[in-house]
């Protein structure tokens, strides 16, 4: 009787404790069109993270620079679907190169419906505008070098 009541305790004790983490905010990925799209067209903020070095650089061998071993990311704020298969978004941010010289990034990305990814970076003078360095074209698969993430939470 007394190992039934604590068979008992621990099932109460175990199914507490999951419905508490699924109350929780957790982060989710998001790694397809489709869920990707259902997300931004809810109105969920999803954050994009990229990681250039997991994605091929298909850029010409001559103009390919060297894939610095870095992963970043941002909330997608303004996004479009275009011809309905594909979902396009940008973002732009100052930084600083190796040389200590400023520089404006442009990053466009365009999700295609097969669970891929193109990504173009560009380096911009941010004062003149003028590309700096010529521009970087990755192509990714969706879950590898782009990926996104959203945090789910229980609505009132």
């Known amino acids: 009787m007394l190992n039934r009541f604590a068979i008992v305790l621990v099932a109460a004790g175990a199914a507490t404790s999951l419905a508490a983490t699924a109350a ?29 070095n997991q994605c091929r650089n298909a850029q010409p061998a001559q103009a390919t620079a060297t894939v610095p071993t870095v992963s970043g990311g941002f909330a997608i704020r303004d996004f479009m679907e275009v011809g ?6 940008a973002n732009q ?6 040389s ?8 466009q990305y365009r999700v295609m419906q097969d ?3 193109t990504v173009t ?18 192509q990714c698969t969706l879950g590898d070098g782009l990926r996104f993430a959203y945090a789910s939470r229980e609505r009132d």
Do not use: C, K, M, W
């Not at 200590?100 to 990053?107: A, D, Q, R, T």
């Not at 911009?124 to 505008?129: D, G, Q, V």
């Open 24 to 52: 929780s905010p957790q982060p989710d990925n998001v790694n397809s069109y489709r869920q990707l799209r259902a997300r931004l067209f809810a109105g969920v903020t999803v954050t994009a993270i990229f990681s250039p």
């Open 84 to 89: 309905g298969n594909t979902l396009a978004f």
């Open 93 to 98: 941010h100052l930084t600083v190169q190796p």
């Open 100 to 107: 200590g010289s400023p520089v404006l990034e442009l990053i």
């Open 115 to 117: 669970e891929s990814a």
């Open 121 to 138: 970076v560009r380096s911009l003078s941010p004062t003149t505008y003028q590309p700096v360095a010529p521009a970087q074209v990755f």
